[in-house]
């Protein structure tokens, strides 16, 4: 069987985040979201792989290269991002199997969902499938209505979701659906695959799995993604139990690193630093002695000054953390998309923004890409990037 990957998102509400790169290539647990999504349909037998990309497509294309785990990748191109239904429509003279799988590319997923679903699909008379799952925040997906294990409808972003039951955006289709999607009228000027899925003639089965669904749509929920693969499904990264140090990463001998925490290749961390469990270091990120970095995702090439404090914070690449700067974290009411959560976080950074020595960063801080605090600086709300505070 073969497989499209729907990866031409943004990822909007994870900005500063997705500045400078699409939401499957975002890390979690020093891993993209996509390798996630591809690990897990090679490990279910996938030996044909179409990739739709669009907003910064580019980025995933050099990331990947032709192939991933020996399987050929074809890549095909989302010009304008006009929703899922219209991702697909784009793969309609390349596909050809019938059914063929579907899934989303901004997802973290395993290969024990891809099973289940193709399982459930071979297993009953549907005409499709679709993998269902449970969210504390239905609204923000296709609350799915079932009713003896078929599918009755797909309601998008509700205001009040009939369940937790949510679509996990993994698919066995038949190759009719390109009809119904080339029939299906778009809403908000979006073209939505749930839609042509509910309009398909036939039953479409629900398939449950006890497998892997996580999906940081919000940038706090990168720090909950990452910490729950390293607590609950370090198979997925390597053995957890212990620190996950990459070969050519060095800690000196009076560092402490608690596990679970991913180190990545040519990490260097100091006399006296500390990495807290809970966090991630990306490749060539440098912690300085007597830092403190606590449940962080630290992306490539960050330098943290010596002395330097970070807590619950989401670093992008190139990001640098002046000595003795501090990201403290706390209870905040933080604006995503015209809602405002409360949550508990420390700061956001975009790519190669930076925060000067003895600088402090309030719960809720968010450094768009480029953006810039001076030292001894006191900073909170937003700062837009390419933005200096001084």
């Known amino acids: 069987m073969e497989a499209v990957v729907l990866a031409g998102g943004e990822g909007s509400r994870l900005r500063p ?23 897990a349909l090679v490990g279910a037998g996938i030996d044909r792989i179409t990739v739709v990309v669009g907003y ?33 429509l784009q793969t309609r003279d390349i596909v050809e199997s019938d059914p063929f799988l579907v899934v989303n590319g901004d997802n973290v997923i395993d290969a024990t969902v891809v099973r289940d679903t193709i399982a459930t699909h071979e297993a009953g008379d549907a005409v499709a499938t679709a993998a269902v799952s449970t969210s504390r925040h239905p609204q923000d997906y296709g609350a799915v209505v079932a009713d003896d294990g078929y599918i009755e409808a797909v309601i998008e972003n509700p205001v009040d979701a009939p369940s937790h039951a949510v679509n996990a955006g993994v698919y066995v289709l038949p190759h009719a659906i390109f009809d119904a999607l080339a029939e299906t009228d778009s809403r908000n000027g979006d073209i939505h695959l ?166 402090t960063c309030r719960p809720g801080t968010r450094f768009g890409t480029g953006a810039n605090a001076a030292p001894g600086t006191v900073v909170s709300g937003t700062v837009e990037a390419n933005v200096e505070v001084i």
């Open 17 to 39: 985040l997705t500045e400078r790169r699409p939401k499957p290539l975002l890390h979690v647990a020093n891993r993209p979201i996509l390798e996630y999504v591809l690990d």
């Open 194 to 359: 749930t839609d042509a899925l509910m309009n398909l003639t036939g039953r479409v089965r629900r398939a449950q799995s006890d497998g892997v669904w996580l999906d940081p749509s919000y940038p706090w929920e990168v720090l909950d993604v990452t910490e729950e693969l390293l607590r609950e499904h370090g198979d997925m990264i390597g053995d957890t139990r212990e620190p996950v140090i990459a070969e050519s990463a060095r800690v000196h001998e009076t560092a402490v690193v608690e596990a679970p925490v991913v180190l990545g290749e040519d990490c260097r961390v100091g006399p006296g630093a500390v990495v807290r469990r809970g966090s991630c270091l990306g490749e060539n990120v440098r912690v300085g002695p007597g830092a403190i970095v606590t449940r962080s995702v630290v992306g490539a090439d960050v330098e943290i000054g010596a002395n330097a404090v970070l807590h619950d914070s989401v670093i992008g690449e190139g990001v640098v953390v002046g000595p003795g700067a501090t990201l403290s974290s706390g209870e905040v009411d933080l604006p995503v998309g015209g809602r405002v959560y409360p949550v508990k976080i420390g700061s956001l950074f975009g790519d190669r923004a930076s925060v000067g020595g003895n600088a």
């Open 56 to 88: 910064r497509g580019d980025r995933i294309r050099t990331h990947l290269g032709s192939s991933f785990r020996g399987v050929d990748l074809t890549y095909v191109t989302q010009e304008n991002q006009l929703g899922s239904g219209h991702a697909l």
